[in-house]
């Protein structure tokens, strides 16, 4: 699949990919993006999200394009113009620049996924009732959407979905010099959990500022004491545990907040849950 970017609009393979404009937009005052947020519609499909961006009963919100869960592509707002996507935010950049209301600054891709579940006797489900198999368990680093201690549910972003918004988010590098890539509940934390645990913002980064560091055993980390180590929901003590992790447990590191860091445990070489963890005590 060959992605790029002409004139604002995004082409596949040499075809320009469906729109469904939304009114919802407007001009970016001059600002040239160098960021790209990514969100999760919290929806069934990126149909149905389009239609949602352009609905009069929308109160004012969309993105530049959506992916679907089988990496189709739709567009609802040229890169030439400001989407909705941000609302009430803060980011400081990483060039300093302390930045207010991301919609000026950024551009937005939409991935089509429930976000977090809601358990049931049969399974977890979305909140609409949809099943789903092999969900993510893993506690959001900003604390849960039901404000609940603990690992919950989280749809996971199939390979397809993954592969197409690697390669829309090069094209957008490409076409805009973007250098920064958040997700929206890092420049919103009180109020947003996309996209989610189940994203690998960190691989995502890699490949596609191409600093591709995914299969690196350096950027692994190991538990190196006997009596094992607490994973907290938050970055310090006062935050409850949410298990103990054995002598040797491997850790893949997201962020740092001081002598704490937000780890992905990793089992079989998979992402297994998330959480912080003291940086004295891994190597």
Not at 166 to 183: L, M, N, S, T
Request: hydrophobic share 35%.
């Amino acid at each position: 699949m060959a992605v790029s970017i002409s004139r604002g609009m995004v082409r596949k393979d040499g075809r320009a990919v469906p729109v469904v404009p939304s009114p919802y937009k407007s001009s970016f005052d001059g600002n040239q993006p160098k960021i790209l947020v990514m969100h999760f519609t919290y929806g069934s499909s990126a149909a149905s999200s389009a239609e949602w961006f352009r609905s009069k009963q929308n109160p004012g919100s969309s993105a530049h394009v959506v992916i679907d869960r089988d990496g189709s592509i739709i567009q609802c707002v040229s890169f030439e113009e400001c989407a909705w996507h941000a609302g009430a935010s803060s980011w400081r950049d990483r060039h300093g620049n302390r930045l207010e209301g991301l919609n000026r600054h950024s551009f937005g891709i939409e991935l089509s996924n429930w976000g977090y579940l809601q358990k049931s006797a049969s399974g977890w489900r979305s909140y609409t009732g949809a099943p789903i198999a092999d969900p993510v368990l893993a506690q959001h680093k900003n604390g849960n959407p039901d404000e609940t201690p603990g690992l919950i549910g989280w749809e996971p972003y199939p390979a397809e979905q993954i592969d197409a918004a690697v390669e829309v988010a090069r094209a957008i590098v490409d076409a805009y010099g973007v250098d920064e890539i958040v997700g929206h509940d890092d420049i919103a934390p009180t109020r947003k959990w996309d996209p989610g645990p189940a994203f690998d913002m960190q691989k995502f980064r890699a490949q596609v500022l191409g600093d591709d560091r995914s299969s690196n055993d350096s950027d692994t980390l190991s538990v190196i004491v006997d009596e094992g180590l607490n994973l907290r929901s938050g970055p310090s003590t006062e935050f409850p545990t949410v298990s103990l992790l054995a002598r040797g447990t491997l850790l893949q590191p997201l962020e740092r907040r001081g002598r704490w860091l937000l780890v992905s445990v990793m089992k079989n070489g998979v992402p297994f849950s998330t959480g912080w963890v003291h940086g004295a005590y891994v190597a």
